[in-house]
């Protein structure tokens, strides 16, 4: 091992801190518009000033917080045109790895898909929101390294924080779980038999879905008109 080698064995508190607020964001313990009050959050995370004013500069580069002026930090509002924007992006870029990754496909591969799938299953079961999103965000990552877009998973992550905030928002839909296990083995499936154009599409098809809940999600809580994007 070179002398130069960092082990890391464990996270900073920093980062421990960013995942917890990330978290409370994502899961609207602070809701949209919700200020982010400094000396509160010491208070109440148990962390220095120093480290919540980095993790709030690290979340406003994640879309996650606006600092308002006079008001300071505050939490992101859900904007609807930004929200079709983001579901476009998706839909380009999932749908292409879908296929590629139908191309390429492997029974290991396959098998490592639709173990996470099982996982992300079981969570929806046990109703555990954080599990979900944990499942789901590695399933990605697993589809867009099987499909070779390095370079696509690397754009998607720059926009991970506000997927899984959305995300929250969908799956809490009722019977989301059984709507969104359908629609993925079907991706799974296409897949699995080497068909590019059906796993394209059946990806499209959950991304749109998905998009639709989420504007209609965002409108319910009176953020916006729910107009059904033909895009998403």
Known sequence: MSDLKV????????ELTLDKLRDAIVRGYFPPGARLVERTLCDELGVSRTIVREVLRHLETEGLVDVAARQGPVVARLNPAQVSEIYELRGLLEANAARACAERSTPEL??????I?????????????????????????????????????????????????????????????????????????????????????????????????????????GEGEYEPDATL
């Open 117 to 221: 799938r099982k996982k992300i299953e079981a969570a929806f079961q046990a109703e555990d929101l954080s599990a979900v999103l944990a499942h789901t965000e590695h399933f990605y990552d697993a589809l867009f390294e099987g499909a070779q877009r390095t370079v696509s998973l690397a754009v998607v992550k720059t926009l991970n924080a506000r997927i899984n905030r959305l995300r929250a928002l969908t799956i809490a839909t009722p019977g989301r779980s059984t709507e969104s296990n359908r629609e993925m083995n079907r991706m799974l499936d296409a897949i699995e038999r080497h068909d590019g154009d059906a796993a394209f599409a059946a990806s499209i098809a959950h991304i749109r879905r998905t998009g639709e809940l989420a504007l209609l999600a965002l409108a319910q809580r």
């Open 7 to 14: 082990v890391r064995e464990t996270k900073t508190l920093r």
């Open 110 to 115: 396959v098998k490592q898909l639709r173990g």
